[in-house]
């Protein structure tokens, strides 16, 4: 079995003065879908001059990021588009310090935190965070 085709595109080199209104529209115009209508949603990450586009039906995240990077506005605003790639592991940060590995095992394989089979927790005390490994990529949804 391989894994499903992802739903998620990165959008690179987004600057700040790029505003979630006109990432939208441009999403809108080259994808033909609607943010309105829950076809997809944006979330800014301007710490990294990046934002996630995640699309919500069948859309074919690749086929668009091809269109992505071919459309001339993009090209204009120098921002490229690729698929994420599925992981099974996240990064969670503001672990208090001392806290027991079992403890975070727990708490993401709680149904209420995800409900996910942890197989793995690195711990990084000196970021407060940890590296999360789930046994499936679906539990870091």
């Known amino acids: 079995q391989g894994s499903p085709p992802s739903t998620v595109v990165v959008l690179e080199n987004v600057q700040e003065t790029v505003k979630d ?28 001059r990046s934002a996630v586009v995640t699309f919500t039906g069948n859309t074919a995240a690749g086929e668009f ?51 996910a089979q942890v197989v793995d927790v690195q711990q990084l005390p000196d970021e407060d965070a940890a590296i999360v490994t789930f046994d499936d990529h679906k539990g870091n949804a």
């Open 65 to 115: 990021a091809k269109n992505f990077n071919q459309n001339y506005r993009a090209k204009q605003q120098n921002i490229t588009a690729r698929c994420l790639e599925l992981t099974r592991s996240i990064r969670a940060e503001n672990i208090p310090p001392n806290t027991p590995s079992d403890y975070i095992t727990v708490y993401f394989e709680n149904k209420k935190n995800g409900g």
């Open 21 to 48: 209104c006109m990432l939208i529209m441009l999403v809108e115009n080259i994808s033909g879908l609607s943010e309105d209508d829950g076809d997809f949603s944006v979330e800014m990450i301007p710490e990294i």
